[in-house]
């Protein structure tokens, strides 16, 4: 009988990550918070931004259309129906306002300045109040465009123009930065817009960390 025993295989080498906080040590992660419809308007803003290098957004060019101004058109028409509705139900948990009239008598029982939103394209000079309109009680035109390239595109598709792009993709910058308002004030939404910004008043542009909303007080950053 043999009494030497055999030999046996080294332990597992251990491999200990290098660099990689563990959670005993410094806690659960904090996840930074998601804006979705910020998100989907940042990409409808950059299509309509790409525009931009084949047609210059100047007045004489306002009625050109094509193809891709009726896609950005209706895409951001959708939309603005989805935030509209969203933003309703923030002001009124029990609102049922499904169309354009409904959302205008909702959203101005809440917010009476939100039409006066003044909307600027510094890099072209060009500034849009998508939803004056509705100071008179009006659809806006814009609007009106879009139901009739959707339902009737082959008598209107002229109405999918560069100016109706620009306005429905204003219309919902307008709409999110309400819905999103304490975002906004807070300074978290991220990456900015582009293409498009925000007046303060006629001749002055907003500053990054300084946005303002007609209906709502100005908060002091920091506090």
């Given at each position: 009988?043999?009494?030497?025993?055999?030999?046996?295989?080294?332990?597992?080498?251990?491999?200990?990550?290098?660099?990689?906080?563990?959670?005993?040590?410094?806690?659960?992660?904090?996840?930074?918070?998601?804006?979705?419809?910020?998100?989907?308007?940042?990409?409808?803003?950059?299509?309509?931004?790409?525009?931009?290098?084949?047609?210059?957004?100047?007045?004489?060019?306002?009625?050109?259309?094509?193809?891709?101004f009726a896609r950005i058109l209706l895409s951001a028409g959708a939309e603005v129906d989805?935030?509209?509705?969203?933003?309703?139900?923030?002001?009124?948990?029990?609102?049922?306002?499904?169309?354009?009239?409904?959302?205008?008598?909702?959203?101005?029982?809440?917010?009476?300045?939100?039409?006066?939103?003044?909307?600027?394209?510094?890099?072209?000079?060009?500034?849009?109040?998508?939803?004056?309109?509705?100071?008179?009680?009006?659809?806006?035109?814009?609007?009106?465009?879009?139901?009739?390239?959707?339902?009737?595109?082959?008598?209107?598709?002229?109405?999918?123009?560069?100016?109706?792009?620009?306005?429905?993709?204003?219309?919902?910058?307008?709409?999110?930065?309400?819905?999103?308002?304490?975002?906004?004030?807070?300074?978290?939404?991220?990456?900015?817009?582009?293409?498009?910004?925000?007046?303060?008043?006629?001749?002055?542009?907003?500053?990054?960390?300084?946005?303002?909303?007609?209906?709502?007080?100005?908060?002091?950053?920091?506090?």
């Amino acid at each position: 009988m043999n009494d030497e025993q055999e030999p046996q295989p080294p332990p597992p080498q251990v491999i200990k990550a290098v660099g990689i906080p563990s959670a005993e040590a410094f806690g659960t992660p904090t996840l930074l918070k998601s804006y979705p419809y910020w998100q989907y308007f940042l990409a409808l803003e950059s299509d309509l931004d790409a525009t931009t290098r084949y047609v210059e957004p100047a007045r004489r060019n306002f009625a050109t259309y094509s193809i891709e101004f009726a896609r950005i058109l209706l895409s951001a028409g959708a939309e603005v129906d989805v935030v509209a509705q969203v933003l309703c139900r923030r002001i009124d948990p029990t609102s049922t306002a499904v169309n354009i009239q409904l959302y205008r008598e909702k959203i101005l029982s809440a917010f009476p300045r939100f039409p006066t939103m003044r909307v600027v394209v510094p890099r072209f000079a060009l500034l849009f109040e998508p939803w004056r309109d509705w100071e008179r009680g009006e659809t806006p035109l814009w609007w009106r465009s879009h139901n009739k390239v959707k339902h009737e595109r082959d008598a209107y598709f002229q109405d999918a123009s560069l100016e109706n792009a620009f306005l429905a993709v204003a219309g919902l910058f307008c709409l999110v930065l309400y819905f999103y308002q304490p975002a906004l004030y807070s300074n978290e939404l991220k990456p900015w817009a582009r293409l498009l910004t925000l007046e303060k008043e006629p001749g002055y542009l907003m500053l990054e960390q300084n946005y303002e909303l007609p209906d709502f007080t100005s908060t002091p950053r920091g506090t």
